[in-house]
């Protein structure tokens, strides 16, 4: 069973249609991309599967359970965690705290806890603590910067405190959109690696919206083509090098038929 | 509020017939309510009795109704009557709203009429905008405000609210068939055809011309602003100078010491304190001790706040309501006179109850409000409450048309509240079987004197609300009030729930009020609803954003300064010791309302501010340095500075 099944998904906002009868699947355990030219529908398609917008039609089934009526936040219990394009940390809180945020659904001491301070309390925050310092130390940005307000952090640590925050809530599938964006060469080979890391040591499952093609291709097992809202293909990342149509929606007609020759395996949709 | 422009999609002003055919969708609903606070607003205020009462006014309004009527038909002479029924219906608006807004507006105290008209403003102002759901919200809050507000003006509080209540369940259902049959429907005046009938452009001419009003305040405004700004240049300097140094040296202090530290100082402070105020009030002839327990008190309310407005962002502009309500609660539970008289300590926890209910029965609705709209709405509450509160001494209740009465009787209505005389005496706590604040008590060598017994209770109890508070901001509710302050967005995305976040920061933060309210009745014994009018909620505002929102620490200092300012050299030392010195007492709100401007552009964060909220309003200037500082040595081009989406914006 796939993890997360898009079935037909539209969303249109007044006359214009953001995503078009998009199907998709995201088997568990793999990397997708989802790549697409500027304004194809890619965000869009994050916040429909978040829970940030709702889809116009179209069915959406996260494991076993179907989305699309659900707030944001009950996606997020129900095992999908994200990161936005421009980042959107809790800017003036400390890196520690943030990540303390992405864990408040999988906490359960309440308001009578907090102001008895009972044990049991004390004991969760204890080990919720402890484990935000190991987030610290796996994305890279070490227990010291526990303290460090967000914005104060340089722009990579950044971007890697979002996924840190983004996995505190436990989930299943992680989302992210445009991750090396704003990254030199150096911090963007880094990323990559924790990507893979992140599939690899902890068995998630990632999407991710990516511009970078050498991040695109070098993690991908799968790659998903938007344009203009449509799927227009998917398939391994070899293949999709060369499929005519992603060519010409990247670069234009003209382009596309000098390339067309090696692109027969695709399978095409839309 | 007033450059926020909706991007409407073109698409819905481009299908007006379509939208003319009623249809019984769940937004028809939120028209319905409109028109029918409409037509209760006109029609009750109509009711004889009421212009019988306000004659003259009333029949001014009236005519001037009229005019207005006269002229507009006349301005609209030459232009097709594409929607008659819709014509028909604000002709009569016209007429009837002059007429009997006028007169009800000259019976109501300025405040209450000014919040009233802002309420309306706003309220319509969501209208035109398009943002139906916040329309809906507020639609309803000001119907419930009118309604209150009526039953006042024109007496039918004291003949019996069923008059009220018939009238509003008629114009239910005839507004409701118009909404249904005729699809009057709000959003319609936002059709082109429908604004060019009416004369006005993008919005009516009277809202553009508030809004001009508004801006050109606005500008001069910030004129003064930075003249101020430079004249107190220095004076900021000396302060930022003063507690950066305050600061460095107690950075010399662990961590976690620094904390026990503080709390250990403020304890035997307060401990110390009597002391020196019995000194003082022998020395003087100042009633010193029973105002630092009205102080103390004033910082309980604060800290309330604070929660609401410091921790979750929520600005809160009627939060003196709750006060009331935790003080006549225990009015209700105490007052001999309605029989009950139940202890003390049982009756001050169904306050804070009660509160924390009110918190989230005034949350729930503005869960989906944010800014302007929370705040405007708060503070209608705020202005319903008290007022509810006055007219609940005469209370019948009767099945319409019958002689059965369901509360009070014929002759005479249930008495709850007492009205506008108060209700003396309230219950005192007892200790030991000892009532307090009558007698002195002898405890070993001490003798308390009652207003030293009052002072220990608040203090006791100020220690656990700051405790809680304290709590609170460290726990995981206290992360998810910041977070949720900060970018809800991003908070929701992260699994924190924003409206269960909210409605326990209104509940819990109404709750210390109640706790407040509780103490205040039974020590000063005599509750009125004058003592929680809208400048109560002001003065506890203030506190809070003076001393630095969020900081408990800062709100405590903030508060007992500002209290004992108020109520000790404004109203006690200057008066006496001052040649001429009452009339700054008479000009203290200006002096407040300049000081708090002082703060908002010298210091936004406030005196005692927290380090998150000082970080947060000095954002613009960090962000300028962090840039320089993000050069990229070897291209010398700003990194972090994401691509942007050229397509329209980010979908």
Sequence with gaps: MPLLEARSLTKRFGGLVAVDRVDLTIEAGEIASLIGPNGAGKTTF?????GLYRPTSGTLVFDGHPLGRQRPNQVTKLGIARTFQNIRLFKNMTARDNILVGMNCRLRSNWYHALLRTPGMVREEEAARHR???????VGLGRHMGDTVAHALPYGLQRRLEIARALATQPKLLLLDEPSAGMNPRETQALTELIRQLRDDLGLTVLLIEHDMKVVMGISDRVHVLDYGRKIAEGPPREIQHNPRVIEAYLGRAAAEGAAEPAATTRETG | MMERVQATPTARSTAPTRAYRAKARPEVIGDWVMVTAIEAFLLIALTPAFLHQYGAVGWFGLALGGLMALLSYLWYQGKPLGYPLLALFFVLSYLLLLGAGIAFLSTLPPITALVYLLLAYITASAWFRGERRAGILLSVVWAVL?????AAATGTGRQGMDLTLLLLIGFLLTSGAATFLFGVRFRHLRDPRVMAYFGYGAEPPILTTVERTYQALQGFLAQSYALLNRLLHPLQQAVTQGTRTLQGSSQAIPRRMRGTLLAAAVVVGLALLPLLVRELEQAT???????????????????GLNIVVGFAGLLDLGYAAFFAIGAYTVGIFTWPN?????????VIWISVVMAAIFGMIIGAPTLRLRGDYLAIVTLAFGEIVPRAIREMWDIKIRIPFTEIYLVGSKLEGFNLTNGPQGMNPVGRPTILGMELGVDPIQVGPLLLSPPMQWYLLIVVIGAIVLLASHRLEHSRLGRAWMAIRE??????????????TKLLAFALGASFSGFAGAIYAAMIQAIFPELFSFLVSIFLLIIVIVSGMGNIWGVLAGGLLISLFDRVVLAQIVPQYVPGGDVLQRWRWVMYATGLIAIMVLRPEGLFPSATRAAELHEADEEYAFREESLDPETQTVVGEPPVEDRGGNW
Excluded: H, Q
């Excluded at chain 2, 309605?338 to 049982?346: A, K, T, V």
């Design chain 1, 46 to 50: 994050f916040n429909m599967v978040t």
């Design chain 1, 132 to 138: 935000a310092d190991e987030l610290l130390d796996y």
């Design chain 2, 338 to 346: 309605l029989g009950l008289e139940w202890n003390f300590w049982i």
């Design chain 2, 285 to 303: 002839n100042l009633s010193l001790l029973i105002t630092m327990n009205v102080a103390l008190i004033f910082v309980v309310l604060a800290l």
């Design chain 2, 487 to 500: 970018d809800e967005t991003a908070a929701d995305a992260m699994g924190v729930d924003p409206i269960r």
């Design chain 2, 146 to 150: 009118s309604v209150v507000l009526f």
